[in-house]
């Protein structure tokens, strides 16, 4: 664990309970159910308010006495993680019970979500742990830990109306789609399901709808994750 001499200011939450934000909460508990339903994870968080933690940390000591060194000053840190990949991120608390649940010595700091991912850009970090002792651990990181700093999340292309339709008017022009809708998939942002008509050669339209897929700029800029594609009928 790294306590990186890095200060938070006030953040002008005066008066937070500490609870957790009842459309975060209510978005965790459905990916814990479902881990496809990580997008609706990443729009609530993207309006959200969540914990940092923060602890003291030695900036200046006195000169030893006795073989004793005397504290001198210390400041408040952000408490950034080493992952076992090397990679740093940053843990990040829904409430003040999640947040006692992983480290009960720590201060919590409420801020904008948009803000603990830029905090963990300028840490160097490569994630945000969201709630990483439970009830429901969630990892933000690539693209999506992005977004949230930009404020960019897009809505979940499973639940996006216009862009169903988008998808299935592309799909139509492969040989023997029948019909397409998007739907939540574990790992990406949604998956593709294709319906073929009886009779139907499935290499055939994966080979004609694969590079228009690639190439859709709509599809590009709405895509964080990935999308995977599936076939049936």
């Not at 904008?112 to 969630?138: M, Y």
């Not at 809708?181 to 294709?194: I, K, M, N, S, T």
Request: charged share 20%; hydrophobic share 50%.
């Amino acid at each position: 664990m790294s306590d990186a001499p890095r200060t938070i200011p006030d953040t002008g939450f005066a008066g937070d309970t500490g609870e957790g934000d009842p459309a975060l909460v209510a978005a965790l508990e459905r990916y814990a159910v479902e881990p496809g339903r990580a997008p609706e994870v990443l729009s609530a968080l993207a309006g959200a308010r969540v914990l940092v933690a923060v602890v003291a940390v030695l900036t200046a000591e006195d000169e030893p006495v006795d073989g004793l060194r005397r504290e001198k000053s210390t400041d408040m840190a952000l408490v950034t993680v080493q992952r076992p990949d090397g990679a740093r991120a940053v843990p990040a608390f829904t409430s003040l019970a999640s947040l006692a649940a992983w480290r009960d010595d720590a201060r919590p700091v409420p801020v904008e979500a948009s803000r603990a991912a830029l905090s963990a850009a300028a840490e160097g970090a490569v994630a945000l742990l969201l709630d990483p002792a439970g009830p429901v651990p969630c990892v933000v990181s690539g693209p999506a830990l992005r977004a949230v700093a930009e404020g960019t999340v897009p809505q979940p292309m499973y639940a996006d109306a216009g862009l169903g339709a988008h998808v299935r008017a592309l799909a139509s022009a492969a040989p023997g789609v029948a019909g397409a809708r998007l739907e939540p998939a574990p790992g990406v942002d949604a998956r593709l399901v294709l319906t073929l008509a009886p009779g139907a050669d499935v290499q055939a339209a994966l080979a004609v709808l694969g590079p228009v897929l690639q190439a859709d700029e709509t599809l590009r800029v709405r895509t964080l994750a990935g999308l995977d594609v599936a076939v049936e009928g």
